[in-house]
Structure formats: structure tokens, C-alpha cells
């Protein structure tokens, strides 16, 4: 009999005399992905800078909770990516290229409209949210700066306008890249950079740790009557526990990146040991900054540490937040792709006999050489950058609208879909102990994300209560 890799990696469809050495079996350009490009896609979206914000989450829960929930969730993320990453094949051996077509080959219906709806939902969220906390970590470069030369004491303000527009201009260009397959030197960069941020705010907490004037740290975390009040307590600790279950989440891109694989050994294969990799150095990079932060700055951990708290030395804060923009810069292209290619690809199938739409012009540019233009492309993706960075500028507190946003794509995305996908393709029986099993994860899972809804929206309401149109 044969096994399930074999199956939903069939050789004898990726043989080059069948199609061509230059083209996999469904036809489109050979694939030359591998496990060092896809843990690097997988790190690239998962450690954002948010990793820095894992102390406060830590400071809500307190020591037990907080490193319970970590790891729960680290494995929860690992367990239903592996799911997810059988079902790229079908069981004929089709390709499933997109994270919409494994659902509707599994499961099919409305199904596959909610999929897309909840992804590129979250998709179109996170850039914005990207450009807004690109220009949060340019802003403290300049603090930085300003209260090196000037003192703590100065009034140092500046504008978080003119970084977002520089940040949307590099998208412009950056999103001329073709397609997701392209993307492997940006990944492994975005990846060096964010162990390189991830590293330095570590160190600083241990600095403060060594110097012993550290916060106040306890078992159950923030104190009810001295650091919040208890209905604070209780809204914070869903938003904290939301936080970090979304922080692992990547089942979203997870798809997108199994299909620049190539094909042999299996994609299944590889994609779960990069799926190995890239959640056992997020957990560890995690554990490390959220309970050092922790234990350096006690209940009273910031947000964002290397924004909110540290400004000396003012060198290493410049070259820290220096990493974190040029992660997102990566980050933002590693979720802008797969909107893009979803777009393109919907309007190539509408209009085929449109040169505007599909022809492909060679031109030179200087210190690029020869490039492959298409100007649908160049206008759709530079209106796109354009619409999300104006969104940006518009809605700043738009972060803790991506609270919202990330609870209503973690439970679909992460959860519910591999799950059901996986019961659907391996015939799991109804009501047995492993479907009952699987079900009672994904209520759990439904519940947290539910609670973690709440928390985000009580936050978002203050945000706006305090929100002042284009003040810096």
C-alpha cells in the first residue's frame, strides 16, 4: 500500500519528459523553493515586531499562564499547520497552489468564499498595519536621536506623516517583484534582521535585569487595585491571551508557501520540518524576549520596549528599530503578494485578449538591467500600496483594529479549516474519540478567539475615544 506522501506527491506527474524540464506538471514555471526559503517565509510572517510587546502580554497573564499559553499555542499552531500541509495535493495529485483551492477541493461550498474572505481580510489588514508600525520604529529612530543631542527632558515630537510615505514608496517599487516565487532573498534577509531586533531587545531587558532595578513580577501578573482596575484585568488578559495565539499564526500564507516548493522530496514533507523550524525558533525567540522583558520590567513591561521605553545607547535603538523596518519591508511583500496574484490572476481570466492586462514588456532600467513589465501590474499594485498607505495615515490606531482582524482570521484560518479538512480527507469517523477530540480543539480554539474579539474591541473603543485626526 502505499504511504500518503507518495500519493500527494505522485513522481511520475513531476517528470521532466513529461512536461518539460523547465515546468512542473501543472504547467507554470519549475518551483526551486527548499526548507532554508520556506522556514525563512514562515519567520519572515510570523516573528514580527510584535515580539517585543510578549512582556506586557506576559505582564497580564502573570509567570504561569503566560508561559502555559506560549507554548500551547506554539503547539496548536505546529499541529494544525501539519494538517494543512497534506492537503496542498489532492488525493489525485492535483496541486492546490492557493489556500482557497485546498478548501474548495476538501470541503467546497460557501466554504471556500468565507476562506478567501477571512484571508485576504487578514492579508489587506496586516500591510496596513505594517506601514503604521514601520513608521512607529522610524519615529523612535528620530526620538532617539533627538534625545541623544537634546536631553530626556526635551520636547522631542516627531511626525509619523512623511516615514509612512517613504515606507509606501519602497512598496511601490518593491511590489514590482512578480510573484510570491520571487520573494526567497527578501525572506532570509527579513529573517536575519528580525533575530537581529528580537537579540538586542533582549540583551537591553538582561541589562536591566543585571542592574537589579527591575519591576515588580508575580504568579497571576498585573495586581487588581495597583496596577489595574478588574474589569481592566479581565479585558487585558483576553486581548494578552488573543495576542499571543495570533502571534504564531501563519496557516494564512502557509499554502502560498508550500506551492514554491519543489516537488521532490515531497512538499508535505518538507513544508511540516519547516514548519518544525520555524515554530521551535519563533517559541524559543518568544519565550526569551517575553519572559526576560518580563522580568526586566515587571507589570509595568511596555507595548513595544524599543520604541516605549529604551532610548540610550541611542546607536544600538537606531540600528534595533533600523532591523525592524527592514523586516516589514519584507513582511509587507510576504502577504501583499498572494493579494496581488489573486487579483491578477481573476482579471487575466476575465479579460485574456487584453495586451493591457497580459502582455509582458522587456525594458531596461538603469542598475537593474533587463525587466519584465506589465502595466496592469505596475498601476493595480502602486494603486494598492497608494489605497493601504492612505489608510495608514487616516486611521494610525488602525493596530488595534488588527487585534480584531487577527481574531477573525486565527479561528478559520489556523483552526477551523484544517481541521475540517483534515476529518474530510483521512474519513475520520463521526464521534469517535479522534474526531471528538479534534472538535473540542476547534471550540476551545473558537472560544479564546471569541474572548481575545472582546478584549480587542474594548481596546479599540478607547483608542478611538483618544484618537485626534493627523497629530503626530
Same mark, same amino acid.
Given at each position: +500500500?502505499?504511504?500518503?506522501?507518495?500519493?500527494?506527491?505522485?513522481?511520475?506527474?513531476?517528470?521532466?519528459?513529461?512536461?518539460?524540464?523547465?515546468?512542473?506538471?501543472?504547467?507554470?514555471?519549475?518551483?526551486?523553493?527548499?526548507? +532554508?526559503?520556506?522556514?525563512?517565509?514562515?519567520?519572515?510572517?510570523? !516573528?514580527?515586531?510584535?515580539?517585543?510587546?510578549?512582556?506586557?502580554?506576559?505582564?497580564?497573564?502573570?509567570?504561569?499562564?503566560?508561559?502555559?499559553?506560549? =507554548?500551547?499555542?506554539?503547539?496548536?499552531?505546529?499541529?494544525?499547520?501539519?494538517?494543512?500541509?497534506?492537503?496542498?495535493?489532492?488525493?489525485?495529485?492535483?496541486?492546490?497552489? /492557493?489556500? %482557497?483551492?485546498?478548501?474548495?477541493?476538501?470541503?467546497?461550498?460557501?466554504? #471556500?468564499?468565507?476562506?478567501?474572505?477571512?484571508?485576504?481580510?487578514?492579508?489587506?489588514?496586516?500591510?496596513?498595519?505594517?506601514?503604521?508600525?514601520?513608521?512607529?520604529?522610524? *519615529?523612535?529612530?528620530?526620538?532617539?536621536?533627538?534625545?541623544?543631542?537634546?536631553?530626556?527632558?526635551?520636547?522631542?515630537?516627531?511626525?509619523?506623516?512623511?516615514?509612512?510615505?517613504?515606507?509606501?514608496?519602497?512598496?511601490?517599487?518593491?511590489?514590482?517583484?512578480?510573484?510570491?516565487?520571487?520573494?526567497?532573498?527578501?525572506?532570509?534577509?527579513?529573517? =536575519? %534582521?528580525?533575530?537581529?531586533?528580537?537579540?538586542?531587545?533582549?540583551?537591553?531587558?538582561?541589562? !536591566? *535585569?543585571?542592574?537589579?532595578?527591575?519591576?515588580?513580577?508575580?504568579?497571576?501578573? /498585573?495586581?487588581?487595585?495597583?496596577? *489595574?482596575?478588574?474589569?481592566?484585568?479581565?479585558?487585558?488578559?483576553?486581548?494578552?491571551?488573543?495576542?499571543?495565539?495570533?502571534?504564531?499564526?501563519?496557516?494564512?500564507?502557509?499554502?502560498?508557501?508550500?506551492?514554491?516548493?519543489?516537488?521532490?522530496?515531497?512538499?508535505?514533507?518538507?513544508?511540516?520540518?519547516?514548519?518544525?523550524?520555524?515554530?521551535?525558533?519563533?517559541?524559543?525567540?518568544?519565550?526569551?524576549?517575553?519572559?526576560?522583558?518580563?522580568?526586566?520590567?515587571?507589570?509595568?513591561?511596555?507595548?513595544?520596549?524599543?520604541?516605549?521605553?529604551?532610548?540610550?545607547?541611542?546607536?544600538?535603538?537606531?540600528?534595533?528599530?533600523?532591523?525592524?523596518?527592514?523586516?516589514?519591508? $519584507? $513582511?509587507?511583500?510576504?502577504?501583499?503578494?498572494?493579494?496581488?496574484?489573486?487579483?491578477?490572476?481573476?482579471?487575466?481570466?476575465?479579460? &485574456?485578449?487584453?495586451?493591457?492586462?497580459?502582455?509582458?514588456?522587456? %525594458?531596461?532600467? &538603469?542598475?537593474?538591467?533587463?525587466?519584465?513589465?506589465?502595466?496592469?501590474?505596475?498601476?493595480?499594485?502602486? $494603486?494598492?500600496?497608494?489605497?493601504?498607505?492612505?489608510?495608514? %495615515?487616516?486611521?494610525?490606531?488602525?493596530?488595534?483594529?488588527?487585534?480584531?482582524?487577527?481574531?477573525?482570521?486565527?479561528? &478559520?484560518? /489556523?483552526?477551523?479549516?484544517?481541521?475540517?479538512?483534515?476529518?474530510?480527507?483521512?474519513?475520520?469517523?463521526?464521534?469517535?474519540?479522534?474526531?471528538?477530540?479534534?472538535?473540542?480543539? *476547534?471550540? !476551545?480554539?473558537?472560544?479564546?478567539?471569541?474572548?481575545?474579539?472582546?478584549?480587542?474591541?474594548?481596546?479599540?473603543?478607547?483608542? #478611538?475615544?483618544?484618537?485626534?485626526?493627523?497629530?503626530?
Amino acid at each position: +500500500m502505499k504511504s500518503f506522501d507518495t500519493v500527494h506527491n505522485p513522481s511520475a506527474v513531476e517528470s521532466g519528459d513529461a512536461t518539460g524540464n523547465n515546468f512542473d506538471d501543472d504547467g507554470r514555471e519549475k518551483r526551486t523553493g527548499t526548507l +532554508m526559503t520556506a522556514s525563512a517565509h514562515i519567520i519572515t510572517a510570523v !516573528v514580527g515586531s510584535g515580539v517585543l510587546s510578549l512582556a506586557w502580554a506576559i505582564a497580564q497573564l502573570g509567570w504561569v499562564a503566560g508561559i502555559v499559553v506560549l =507554548v500551547t499555542f506554539a503547539i496548536i499552531n505546529y499541529y494544525t499547520s501539519t494538517m494543512l500541509a497534506d492537503c496542498y495535493r489532492s488525493d489525485n495529485g492535483t496541486r492546490n497552489c /492557493t489556500y %482557497m483551492d485546498v478548501v474548495r477541493a476538501y470541503l467546497g461550498g460557501r466554504k #471556500v468564499q468565507l476562506c478567501g474572505l477571512a484571508q485576504y481580510g487578514c492579508f489587506v489588514g496586516v500591510t496596513i498595519g505594517y506601514t503604521i508600525t514601520a513608521s512607529i520604529s522610524l *519615529v523612535a529612530i528620530g526620538k532617539a536621536n533627538c534625545f541623544h543631542d537634546k536631553g530626556h527632558g526635551a520636547k522631542c515630537s516627531v511626525s509619523n506623516y512623511p516615514f509612512m510615505a517613504a515606507f509606501g514608496i519602497v512598496q511601490t517599487m518593491l511590489s514590482q517583484i512578480p510573484s510570491f516565487h520571487k520573494l526567497s532573498f527578501l525572506s532570509i534577509i527579513a529573517t =536575519v %534582521m528580525s533575530f537581529s531586533y528580537a537579540s538586542i531587545g533582549i540583551g537591553l531587558a538582561m541589562a !536591566v *535585569v543585571a542592574s537589579g532595578k527591575v519591576g515588580k513580577t508575580g504568579v497571576t501578573g /498585573t495586581v487588581v487595585g495597583v496596577d *489595574v482596575t478588574a474589569s481592566d484585568k479581565i479585558w487585558k488578559s483576553f486581548q494578552a491571551t488573543g495576542d499571543i495565539a495570533f502571534s504564531y499564526a501563519y496557516s494564512s500564507i502557509l499554502v502560498e508557501i508550500q506551492d514554491t516548493l519543489r516537488s521532490s522530496p515531497p512538499e508535505n514533507k518538507v513544508m511540516k520540518k519547516a514548519s518544525l523550524a520555524g515554530v521551535s525558533t519563533t517559541t524559543f525567540v518568544y519565550m526569551l524576549c517575553g519572559c526576560i522583558g518580563y522580568a526586566a520590567f515587571g507589570n509595568k513591561a511596555p507595548g513595544d520596549f524599543l520604541t516605549d521605553f529604551f532610548y540610550e545607547p541611542y546607536w544600538l535603538i537606531d540600528f534595533a528599530n533600523a532591523c525592524i523596518v527592514l523586516h516589514l519591508i $519584507a $513582511a509587507y511583500q510576504v502577504f501583499a503578494q498572494p493579494i496581488f496574484q489573486f487579483f491578477e490572476n481573476k482579471c487575466n481570466k476575465a479579460w &485574456p485578449e487584453s495586451n493591457f492586462i497580459t502582455k509582458e514588456h522587456s %525594458m531596461n532600467i &538603469p542598475f537593474l538591467g533587463k525587466c519584465r513589465i506589465n502595466f496592469f501590474r505596475l498601476v493595480w499594485r502602486t $494603486a494598492y500600496v497608494i489605497l493601504t498607505t492612505v489608510v495608514a %495615515m487616516i486611521f494610525p490606531f488602525f493596530n488595534s483594529i488588527l487585534g480584531l482582524i487577527g481574531a477573525a482570521a486565527f479561528w &478559520p484560518l /489556523t483552526v477551523y479549516f484544517p481541521v475540517e479538512m483534515h476529518i474530510s480527507q483521512r474519513k475520520i469517523k463521526k464521534y469517535s474519540m479522534r474526531w471528538i477530540g479534534l472538535k473540542l480543539l *476547534v471550540l !476551545v480554539c473558537l472560544i479564546v478567539t471569541l474572548l481575545a474579539a472582546i478584549g480587542s474591541i474594548v481596546g479599540l473603543i478607547k483608542s #478611538v475615544k483618544a484618537y485626534k485626526h493627523f497629530h503626530s
